[in-house]
């Protein structure tokens, strides 16, 4: 039997709202708005997911789907440097692909189980989910057949997580738009994209704010084994940090 892990996100005081951080044989989804650090976690996961479990690590490598073109090796070269580990190395340890469309997003997970089945990988991002569906199907009148295919892809994904023991980091935007909003009930303007059908497959949901100056703030919104709290983090150099 498969022992879950749990992959630190490199701050103490949300590790410690996450019970020890994220889980593997879990989808996790991180959703807030720009500049709060989406990124800069799936970054420094990357780097941590490959530690060892001393340190909150997984002794594993990483795949790492990128929809917008926010990766950026210098940064994992960085984080690397943060605990101590070779920079190059850590680069090489991280299985990247940068996903144009929709189409594209399920061919590379597909490709992956590939890689997965060599059973060295505990960590899989993708940063972000919800994005290239957002421009892919457009309007109301494709948003049944987008959450069809979003459906698919979400269920391939929680079954890798399962089947390779996998840590599942999805990252995700909030609707600012209150037409698109309302068409989830949401009114808050806080809702995250992907409607009911990415609500389901999450596990857990993160949802980060800015906080006062450098700070950030992450509510854990929806989980099966913490109550409702809050924690802050800030952005280093070093990625998230206390
Ligand atoms: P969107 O993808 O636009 O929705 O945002 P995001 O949530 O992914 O934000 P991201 O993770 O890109 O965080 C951006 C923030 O990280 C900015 O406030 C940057 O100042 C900060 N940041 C990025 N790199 C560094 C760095 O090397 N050092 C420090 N201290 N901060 C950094
Ligand atoms: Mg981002």
Known sequence: RKRCIRISTGSKQLDAALNGGFQTMSINEVYGEFRCGKTQLAHTMAVIAQLPKEMGGAEGKVAYID????????????????FGVDPDQACENIAYARAQNTEMQTELLDGLAANFAT?????????????LYRTDYVGRGELSE?????????????????????????TNQVMSDPGASA???????????GGHILA??????????????EERVAKIVDSPDCPEREATYIITTGGIND
Do not use: C, W
């Open 67 to 82: 929809t917008e073109g926010t990766f950026r090796p210098e940064r994992i070269m960085e984080i690397a440097e943060r």
């Open 183 to 193: 068409l989830f009930a949401g009114v808050d303007g806080r809702k995250p994209a």
């Open 200 to 213: 389901h497959a999450s596990t857990t949901r993160l949802l980060l704010r800015k906080g006062r100056g």
């Open 119 to 131: 059973n060295e990988y505990r960590l899989l991002v993708i940063d972000s989910v919800m994005s």
């Open 146 to 170: 987008r959450q069809q295919v979003l459906g698919q892809f979400l269920r391939r994904a929680t079954q890798m997580a399962e089947e390779f023991n996998l840590v599942v980091l999805m």
